[in-house]
């Protein structure tokens, strides 16, 4: 198993840098299916009625309803699947981050692959035996850790093959995570109908089916993974001066057990937390939201939505999959987009755009649906979840300019452990005040008025603790001995060349023809899947404009 050392991935000169982002992209794509779960709810809940759902007895307890194989899940007890999955990802990243640095991408993405794909497999057995606790286990808890392992791996690599673009590489990566459910969901949804059965929703099958293909694509991206040498650079670019934008960029680097001390830490924890409470939220009542608020307007009927007859209320349910499906869209072009602007405009102003327009928009959207403007309601969402994606990917780069690049992967891990708290406190202020509004009199075409000025205070909390960044104390920067001792922990070697420039890697050329073909291919490997997701997600939102 040598060949999983970070040793053996040491890239030889001349290594086309452009290969990382698809070895990262194939990771990201699969893992990102986490977001696409939602689909398995429905045939899950009537798994043993098949046709209908068998309910268990009402005395019957939580524990009891585990373990019976004689009723139906609630998706109630199905959903408690998100909640492990994030907060999982959380623990695994901030445990494993330094292991990561050291081990390298290959060793953590293979440990990844096995985890989630192991998941899996451990959950079609849980469906098969009906056994929902074996479910928490493999996708939830098992499966958890491969998302937080899956999803950190690549971002060392990147910063480090890409210092010219550091907010470009890392929204590349985690533009994947945003659109795997794009490609997972439709696939499980075509994986279920072939295997559906007269005694079986087909869930199992798929189950096993997706663990294979995620795993050869998980394993290809994992070896496909290459680290540059210790002070590589590109062909002919140098470091910026420290100044304008760049002014929170150092050259140094903080060793990840001294992180919990400095407040830039907890500033930038509270700035990822605040920015993702905000926008999971909305994401996951996006559907009920739009139809309670709008209700018949939707289908130019001037009926509130508790008024609608059954037909309806499925017209206007397709509707809100669309917009569901725009939101995706712009999640994901928002990773890619804000974090390659943030290499102009720098990590902290694109902070700053992301809370003070999403104040604006948060402290509007209540208008704009009083006075029944889809239009202007539908665009203000977009924004927001595109800030929402900009936000996971413009971190890692932030972590860095102000971190340095040496444990830049274990700083995020640890960071992470933010979206495990945004991931219940989201969906918990949302849905809470929602069901509070309503139980006391509100409309529901009015219950998210309140919930979206709360969402403003939090954007605004967030906005203050952005401001309060500033570049760290000399005093937290390891010394030229601490730095050497890390850098052999973690197996570098030193670039080749007086100047530490590597060969033949200038943006878009590698060693030659035959480079530039493996880079053509690794694209299309995952661009073609991923582009195939888009057109589903577009065809599905153009409902919205009929």
Known sequence: MSFLDKERTIADVGFNRWLVPPAALAIHLCIGMAYGFSVFWLPLSRAIGVTQSIACSADMGFFAQMTATGCDWKISMLGWMYSLFFVFLGLSAALFGSWLEHAGPRKAGVVAALCWCGGLVISALGVYTHQIWLMWLGSGVIGGFGLGLGYISPVSTLIKWFPDRRGMATGMAIMGFGGGAMIGAPLAVALMKYFATPTSVGVWQTFLALAAIYFVFMMAGAL???????????????????????????????????????????????????????????????????????????????????????????????????????????????????????????????????????????????????????????????????????????????????????????????????????????????????????????????????????????????????????????????????????????????????????????????????????????????????????????????????
Request: hydrophobic letters at 50%.
């Open 224 to 546: 496909g993974y290459r680290v540059p040498k210790s002070g590589w650079k590109p062909a002919g670019w140098t470091a910026p001066a420290k100044a304008g934008s760049n002014a929170m960029i150092t050259h140094r680097h903080v060793h990840v057990r001294r992180v919990w001390g400095i407040p830039q830490f907890w500033l930038l924890w509270a700035v990822l937390m605040l920015n993702v409470s905000a926008g999971i939220g909305i994401l996951g009542m996006s559907s009920p939201l739009l139809q309670e608020v709008f209700g018949g307007a939707l289908i130019g009927v001037d009926v509130p939505f508790n008024d609608l007859s059954l037909a309806q209320k499925g017209q206007i349910a397709a509707i809100a999959a669309g917009f569901t499906g725009l939101l995706s869209l712009f999640n994901i072009g928002g990773r890619f987009l804000w974090a390659s602007c943030s290499d102009y405009i720098g990590r902290k102003n694109t902070y700053y755009a992301f809370f003070l327009i999403g104040l604006v928009l948060y402290a509007a959207i209540p208008t704009f649906a009083h006075k029944a403007q889809l239009a202007l309601f539908v665009a203000a969402f977009c924004v927001i979840l595109s800030m929402y994606g900009g936000g996971f990917a413009t971190i890692p780069a932030y972590i860095a300019d102000l971190f340095g690049t040496q444990n830049v992967g274990a700083i995020h891990g640890r960071i992470l452990t933010a979206w495990a708290t945004a991931g219940v406190l989201g969906p918990v202020l949302v849905n809470y005040i929602r069901e509070y509004q309503i139980a006391n009199g509100v409309p529901k075409a009015q219950a998210y008025d309140v919930t979206m000025y709360v969402l403003a205070a939090l954007i605004f909390a967030g906005l203050i603790c952005n401001a309060m960044v500033r570049p760290i104390a000399d005093k937290h920067f390891m010394n030229e001995k601490e730095l050497a001792v890390e850098r052999k922990l973690a197996h570098e070697r030193d670039s080749v060349g007086a100047n530490g420039h590597g060969n033949g890697d200038k943006p878009g050329s590698g060693s030659g023809a035959s480079s530039f073909v493996l880079v053509v291919l690794a694209w299309a490997a995952v661009g073609v899947p991923l582009a195939i997701g888009i057109g589903i997600t577009v065809q599905k939102a153009l409902i919205l404009f009929k």
